[in-house]
C-alpha cells in the first residue's frame, strides 16, 4: 500500500523510472507506459493519455519523466482513495460520435483534417510519417492545436515498422485524443462547480453552527456540519479531513477551527476529489472526532 505523502511518492516513482532511464531523464513512450504498469494502480488509458498532454515531451517523442511525477502522485492518491472507499474502477467505453471542438463539429472535423491529408500526401501514400506529424498538426490553424496537444497526439498515435501512420488511423486517433480533451475540459468545468456549490452549503451549514459569529468552530462542529451536508463521503474521511485542520492560536477554545480558511485551502479540495455521485462510499465501523464534548 503506498503512502499519501506527495514527498515519498514522487521519490518513489522516480525510483522507478530512473531504474530504466538511459542516464538523460528521458524515456520512450513505451517505457513511460511500462513503467506506470508496474506501479500497479491501475491507470486508466484517458489518464496516460492527458500525462502525456502535460508532461515535458523532446521533439523526437521522449518524456522527460520528472516534469510530471507531482501530476502522477496526484492520480495515485486519488486512485487509493477510491480504492479505500470500496470504489470500484469504472472503464467507459468512448463515444466519439459527436463532440465540438472550438466551435467546430465533429464531421466539420474530420472533413478538415481529411482535406489537409490529401493537400499534405503529394506522393499518394496515404500515410504521414511521425517525423511530419507534429508539423501537420501545428500547422492546422483553425484548430488552435496547443503544443501540449499536439505531443499528447504524437505520443498516442501507432506509427507502423517504418515510422508512418495510415491516414485512417491518424483519423480515428484523432477523433479519440479530442474527444478526451473536450471531456476532460467539460469535467474540469463541472468540478469547479461543484466546489463552488459545496463551498456555500458547508459555509452555511458552519455558519448556522457559530450563532456568535466567531468564524470558529470546534472540529465536532465541522464534522457534524459536513456529515449534515450529506455528500456521500465516509465518516472516517471527514473525521480524517477535520482532524487535518489547523489551530486557531490563541482563541480560548484551543481546538476551535477557523471554518472560512480551512473550508476554502484544505477541506473544499479534498472533499471535492472524494465526492462521486454515482457511488456508495462504505462507511467506517467507528471514528472519534477530537474535542467531541
Known amino acids: 500500500m503506498y503512502t499519501f505523502d506527495d514527498k515519498a511518492l514522487i521519490t518513489h516513482f522516480l525510483e522507478k523510472f530512473r531504474a530504466v532511464d538511459k542516464g538523460d531523464g528521458y524515456v520512450e513512450r513505451e517505457v513511460f507506459k511500462s513503467v506506470l504498469k508496474s506501479l500497479e494502480l491501475e491507470f486508466s488509458d484517458d489518464q496516460v493519455m492527458l ?6 515531451v523532446t521533439p523526437n517523442l521522449k518524456i522527460h519523466y520528472e516534469s510530471i511525477l507531482p501530476r502522477i502522485a496526484a492520480l495515485a492518491k486519488e486512485i487509493m482513495v477510491k480504492r479505500q472507499q470500496g470504489w470500484e474502477t469504472r472503464v467507459e467505453n468512448l463515444d466519439v460520435n459527436e463532440y465540438v471542438l472550438c466551435g467546430i463539429s465533429k464531421v466539420e472535423l474530420d472533413e478538415s483534417l481529411r482535406a489537409r491529408m490529401k493537400k499534405f500526401d503529394t506522393a499518394g501514400t496515404g500515410r504521414i510519417h511521425l517525423q511530419d506529424l507534429h508539423r501537420f498538426l501545428r500547422d492546422a490553424e483553425e484548430l488552435h492545436l496547443s503544443h501540449k496537444w499536439i505531443n499528447m497526439m504524437c505520443l498516442e498515435v501507432e506509427a507502423g515498422a517504418d515510422g508512418a501512420v ?19 475540459e467539460i ?23 457559530d450563532p456568535d459569529d466567531t468564524g470558529r468552530l470546534l472540529p465536532y462542529q465541522l464534522v457534524l456540519a459536513i456529515q449534515e451536508a450529506d455528500i456521500g463521503v465516509s465518516l472516517y474521511h471527514i473525521v480524517s479531513v477535520v482532524g487535518e485542520a489547523q489551530v486557531a492560536e490563541g482563541h480560548r477554545d484551543v481546538c476551535a477551527v477557523h471554518y472560512v480558511t480551512f473550508l476554502s485551502d484544505h477541506a473544499i479540495p479534498i472533499l471535492t476529489k472524494l465526492i462521486r455521485e454515482d457511488t456508495a462510499p462504505i462507511e467506517a465501523d467507528s471514528a472519534t472526532a477530537t474535542c467531541a464534548p
Open 166 to 184: 495510415p491516414f485512417d488511423a491518424l483519423a480515428a486517433t484523432f477523433h479519440r485524443v479530442l474527444y478526451v480533451l473536450v471531456s476532460s
Open 51 to 56: 500525462l502525456y498532454m502535460e508532461a515535458e
Open 187 to 209: 469535467s474540469d468545468w463541472i468540478r469547479e462547480e461543484q466546489a463552488l456549490a459545496l463551498s456555500e452549503q458547508l459555509l452555511h451549514l458552519c455558519q448556522a453552527r
